[in-house]
């Protein structure tokens, strides 16, 4: 039997951080509408648009608390869409929203999910400095 020692595919891959957030951000989205068509089926319509407003809600707080943060640290305009793209903070929303029950009120979201940008990511330094999941934060502050 030979033994053969190669590198880890973690340190050979094509594959960018961006590429695969954005990937992660698709597939949460998928997930995000069988929720909606779920409570659709089982529940009721009204409950669809209260699922759909809470992702949507969520995800453009996140946004823009890292727009703000950008401003402060004086990105320029041009770059506030990379910054935002790359900060990943449309993952944080996603997944808070798809931690809510679906009669949350849009306060609590607003609230839930600038907690947890802000204090469960940016507080920190941003994507990848983070102690803990900042939508998990967010979630643990309403409750």
């Not at 990379?82 to 609590?108: D, E, Q, R």
Request: hydrophobic share 55%.
């Amino acid at each position: 039997m030979q033994l053969r020692m190669t590198p880890g595919p973690f340190q050979r891959t094509k594959r960018s951080t961006t590429n695969i957030m954005i990937e992660l951000f698709a597939v949460l989205c998928v997930v995000w509408i069988f929720a909606a068509v779920f409570h659709f089926v089982n529940i009721g319509a009204r409950n669809v648009i209260s699922v759909l407003l809470i992702g949507i809600v969520s995800i453009l707080v996140s946004c823009i608390c890292d727009v703000v943060v950008g401003l402060i640290a004086k990105v320029a305009w041009k770059d506030m869409f990379k910054h935002v793209l790359n900060s990943y903070s449309y993952v944080t929303g996603i997944i808070f929203a798809l931690c809510l029950p679906a009669n949350t009120s849009l306060f609590t979201v607003i609230i839930g999910s600038l907690f947890g940008t802000a204090l469960g990511k940016l507080v920190f330094g941003g994507f990848g400095h983070n102690v803990v999941n900042p939508a998990g934060i967010g979630r643990i502050m309403v409750g």
